[in-house]
């Protein structure tokens, strides 16, 4: 495991990168002067943005724990961003201390501070790759060295699909993800939706990221829907963020997205 971020301090500074916008909605110190005026940009339209960003992670922390109750072993967290606060190992080793789990992001700032931040532990890795490009993924040395795709995963897609336009084709990636995985896998999965939100303050919001490291993609709910195709949607189904499987843990909540989690069969 390498320490410092491999990018040169201008490259990294001079454009504003999605990971370190989320990093700085959350409170995080991983960001640049560049990458927190298009945030406070974003947040001057869209006040509530730091808090949707928490009930993102909430989910994301919900999610983890029911599949891991669930008895899954394996967390393959793809556009897995800046280490912060309750990550996946974090929420899975007190339920399953042996449990694998390896972040992978296309970011190579977010995977050089993953890489220095996370602990060393043999069982928590650290993979610089594309969701765009699922074949690579699934080859990677490092990948394969944890994840034994015979045995359930859980596939982590947490609000990183709306960085990938149609054009990308990640209907396609997400079920080659599938297909790659065992049944009795788990694909969690939240996105954000511009559903009910007024059109204008939405396309200022994609203007800005249409200027930052990835294009922003907010999509319907069927549209969102489609990428559980030949999974079964567990219960509640796909829903605001807020209102799925919530846990009573205390904390202000704003859906901007929905999440859903599906078993493969
Ligand atoms: C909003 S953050 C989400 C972080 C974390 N999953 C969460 O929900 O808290 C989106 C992350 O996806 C990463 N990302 C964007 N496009 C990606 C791609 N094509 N492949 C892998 N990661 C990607 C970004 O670098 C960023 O770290």
Redesign the pocket.
């Known amino acids: 495991m390498t320490g410092k971020p491999t990018t040169t301090p201008s490259e990294a500074e001079s454009r504003p990168n ?2 370190r916008m ?1 990093d700085y909605y959350l409170g995080g110190c991983h960001n640049f002067a560049a990458d927190r005026a298009a945030a406070e940009q974003i947040l001057a339209i869209f006040p509530d943005t730091g808090v949707a960003a928490q009930t ?2 909430a989910f ?1 922390r919900r999610a983890v724990r029911y599949a891991a109750e669930q008895g899954v072993r394996q967390f393959l967290d ?4 800046l280490p912060t606060q309750g990550n996946v190992h974090e929420v899975v080793r007190p339920l399953a201390p042996a449990a694998r789990v390896v972040y ?4 190579e700032v ?1 995977v050089a501070y993953a890489r220095r931040l996370l602990p060393v532990d043999g069982r928590t890795v650290v993979v610089r ?4 490009r699922p074949e690579e993924l699934l080859a990677d040395p490092d990948v394969r060295a944890n994840i034994d795709f015979t045995e359930p995963v859980a596939v982590l897609l ?3 699909l709306h ?2 336009p149609d054009s990308d084709d990640p209907y396609a990636a997400v079920a080659r993800l599938r297909d790659a995985t065992a049944p009795g896998s788990m694909l969690a999965l ?1 996105h954000l939706t511009m559903d009910g939100a007024p059109p204008v303050p939405t396309q200022q919001g994609r203007e800005i990221y249409q200027r930052s490291s ?1 294009p922003l993609i907010p999509r319907t709910h069927a549209a969102t829907a489609r990428f559980f195709e030949g999974y079964e949607l567990l219960d509640p189904g796909l829903v605001w963020l807020a209102d799925w499987r919530p846990d009573g843990e205390p904390h202000a909540a704003v859906s901007h997205g929905y999440g859903g989690l599906g078993l493969r069969p």
């Not at 793809?78 to 961003?81: E, N, R």
């Not at 992978?104 to 970011?107: F, I, M, Y």
């Not at 790759?129 to 765009?132: A, I, P, Q, W, Y």
């Open positions: 999605v990971a989320y993102n992670r994301l793809i556009g897995a961003g992978v992001d296309n970011d977010a790759g594309d969701l765009r947490v609000a990183v960085f990938v939240s990835a």
